[in-house]
């Protein structure tokens, strides 16, 4: 399990806030809340767009590889975790072609030979039960045949690349602002 997290002291530029916070007593906690909710919800929506375009599958298929925990009154941390191992290349945008299966991970399209999704002869060929997975024999005969992986791990993508980087940059430029603004509406 991978996890990218949003906490008070983990971000510069904030210990200008103290004597503010200081001065709000018991409502500074909910200032902080009300800041690492906010802006983990917009680090949160830069992750999926990274993540979508990093490793080339769907974005409906990233929310779902993600679990989120919000801040609450007792732990004022944002957390996005990730799970999961090698990802079929069923989530990739797979064409059946002649040489083999036409695949997109990471992005990039490109022919896994020696593949196939469906039965029969070309160009009649037909669906067969596989449930839109990419398969491929591994003996000599018709079985055993066997489901293939495309190589992208959603957990190592995320802490790595442009996706780490829209995390981190966002959480840097706007945590800092929305805990001034959230100030601003107590101290008003």
Known sequence: MTVLTIGWKDVE?????????????????????RAVARVGDMARTQVYRALTKQTGLKRKVVVRALKVTRPSWTDPSYT?????????????APRETRKGVSAAPFGKRKVFAHTFMKGGLFPNRSAVVFGGQVMMRTGSGRFPVEKQKSG?????????????????STVREKLPQRVEHELGRLLA
């Open 13 to 33: 530029g904030l210990k200008r806030f103290d004597n503010g916070i200081k001065a709000v007593g018991d409502d500074g906690r909910k200032v902080m809340q």
């Open 80 to 92: 996005i975790m990730a799970r999961g191992g090698n990802i079929s290349l069923k989530y990739f």
């Open 152 to 168: 992208v791990y959603i957990p190592s993508e995320m802490v790595s690349g442009a996706t780490a980087k829209a995390f981190t």
